[in-house]
């Protein structure tokens, strides 16, 4: 079984999904918002933490807030289910699952980001 992808995350990654979810009239609360993550020595990879945010906040402030606090908890609680969603629904029940049903979860999370990720 192949390992889950690790994405790449640049700022210019965030900055196109803030402008993607986000009106014009928005996007200085928005990237104010985004800018509370990382502030810590302790907050891991913020610009991949700040799109799983994004992904997760659907373009809703009061979601996008409810995203970056629990990242400043633990940054897992939003990367996962952004990235590996697939994978996070099936919980404990994944270590019953077959290898080649484990893959396919892998592969189709995977794409999924990509997709979200170039448009």
């Not at 390992?3 to 803030?18: E, F, I």
């Not at 400043?72 to 049903?101: F, H, N, W």
Request: charge should be positive; glycine fraction near 10%.
């Amino acid at each position: 079984m192949t390992a889950q992808p690790h994405p790449n995350v640049t700022r210019a990654d965030v900055g196109r999904g803030v402008r993607r979810d986000f009106p014009s009239d928005q996007i200085g609360k928005v990237m104010a918002m985004l800018g509370e993550y990382g502030t810590e020595s302790w907050h891991s990879e913020p610009d991949r933490v700040r799109l799983a945010a994004l992904k997760l906040a659907a373009g809703s402030l009061e979601r996008l807030r409810y995203e970056i606090e629990g990242a400043k908890c633990d940054y897992r609680d939003v990367v996962g289910p952004a990235e590996v969603p697939g994978y996070c629904r099936r919980g404990s029940r994944v270590k019953g699952l077959s290898p080649g049903e484990k893959q396919r979860i892998i592969d189709a999370d995977w794409k999924q980001y990509q997709d979200r990720l170039t448009r």
